[in-house]
């Protein structure tokens, strides 16, 4: 059985930093990407980060680029989202999904089809 465990959201003031995990398991986890999405209230899910062990391949959302690193440690299965100089706009719940294989393209609900629970993110002004 796939299964993704999503940890790590809080509240933070704007400029601070939250670091964010997603662990694995029930699937081979080198042959698929994992990604983070986001969802605040009120507007659709979209995606903010990938990464591929099967290609390499990574991905940032624009807004985020240069602030989130994704990485990935494959003895633990679990990729981690360390976010930095959060905004007020970075609040949503994230959630970490799999299904896909590269992140060469924006990752899309669509494309996934496994997901985790979600964390809550909260970035106060």
């Known amino acids: 059985e796939v299964q993704l465990q999503a940890s790590g959201g809080g509240l933070v003031q704007a400029g601070g930093s939250l670091r964010l995990s997603c662990a694995a398991s029930?699937?081979?986890?080198?042959?698929?990407?994992i990604a983070w999405f986001r969802q605040a209230p009120g507007k659709e899910r979209e995606g903010v980060s990938c990464i591929s062990n099967s290609d390499g391949s990574t991905y940032y959302l624009d807004s985020v680029e240069g602030r989130f690193t994704i990485s990935s440690d494959n003895a633990k299965n679990t990729v981690y989202l360390q976010m930095n100089s959060l905004k007020p706009e970075d609040t949503a719940v994230y959630y970490c999904?799999?299904?896909?294989?590269?992140?060469?393209?924006?990752?899309?609900?669509?494309?996934?089809?496994?997901w985790g629970q979600g964390t809550q993110v909260t970035v106060s002004s």
């Open positions: 999904a799999t299904g896909g294989s590269s992140c060469l393209v924006v990752p899309t609900t669509s494309e996934y089809d496994y």
């Open positions: 029930g699937f081979t986890f080198d042959d698929y990407a």
